[in-house]
């Protein structure tokens, strides 16, 4: 291995978090795009992000300096029609990967994230408030209300006790 990292504080540099896009698929109020203004279409490659080969070649480059572990964060990640693939280049070189992620499209994908090398996953979640997320969220979409539920489904409410059950006569 080559010569190791170490921060101004003399610690060790052992992982590095690689930002793959700056794209989401949300429109949260704290977030802006970072300069890229509204994100019609997130799916879209945009122009200043990172190939596939240029984060292969930061990741070779990061293991000559002894870097352990790898993070990939956004925007969101998996916007990014190829991020299977960048894991699947960045484990042959520092196996240990991770993403952070909202969430919503984590469903359809997590098993070829998981085959191409994927070895944890942070969620970030707002707010456990539906209504707080909301007004984070700006446009919450029926998938992603759908993936809220099933992460924390409501409590039914409770009849009272002497009320009638079944039909009324």
């Given at each position: 291995m080559?010569?190791?990292?170490?921060?101004?504080?003399g610690r060790?540099?052992?992982?590095i978090r690689?930002?793959v896009?700056?794209?989401?698929?949300f429109?949260c109020i704290?977030?802006?795009?970072?300069g890229l203004?509204?994100?019609?279409?997130?799916r879209?490659p945009?122009?200043?992000e990172?190939s596939?080969?240029?984060i292969?070649?930061?990741?070779?480059?990061?293991r000559?300096?002894d870097?352990?572990?790898?993070?990939?964060?956004g925007?969101?990640?998996?916007?990014?029609l190829?991020?299977?693939?960048i894991i699947?280049?960045?484990?042959?070189?520092i196996?240990?990967?991770?993403?952070?992620?909202?969430?919503?499209?984590?469903a359809?994908r997590?098993?070829?994230?998981r085959?191409?090398?994927l070895?944890?996953v942070?969620?970030s979640?707002?707010?456990l408030?539906?209504?707080a997320?909301e007004?984070i969220r700006?446009?919450?979409e029926?998938?992603?209300?759908?993936?809220?539920?099933?992460?924390?489904?409501?409590?039914?409410e409770?009849?009272p006790?002497?009320?009638p059950?079944?039909?009324?006569?």
């Amino acid at each position: 291995m080559g010569s190791m990292l170490v921060d101004a504080f003399g610690r060790e540099v052992t992982d590095i978090r690689i930002s793959v896009t700056k794209r989401c698929n949300f429109g949260c109020i704290y977030c802006h795009d970072e300069g890229l203004g509204p994100v019609l279409a997130p799916r879209m490659p945009h122009e200043d992000e990172m190939s596939a080969d240029e984060i292969e070649r930061l990741v070779r480059v990061a293991r000559e300096f002894d870097i352990r572990s790898v993070k990939f964060t956004g925007g969101e990640p998996l916007v990014r029609l190829d991020m299977e693939e960048i894991i699947d280049r960045t484990v042959r070189q520092i196996p240990d990967v991770s993403m952070t992620t909202n969430g919503s499209m984590l469903a359809k994908r997590a098993e070829t994230l998981r085959s191409a090398g994927l070895k944890r996953v942070n969620v970030s979640i707002d707010s456990l408030d539906p209504t707080a997320f909301e007004e984070i969220r700006k446009e919450l979409e029926e998938t992603e209300k759908k993936l809220f539920d099933l992460l924390f489904p409501r409590q039914p409410e409770k009849k009272p006790a002497d009320a009638p059950q079944g039909k009324p006569q």
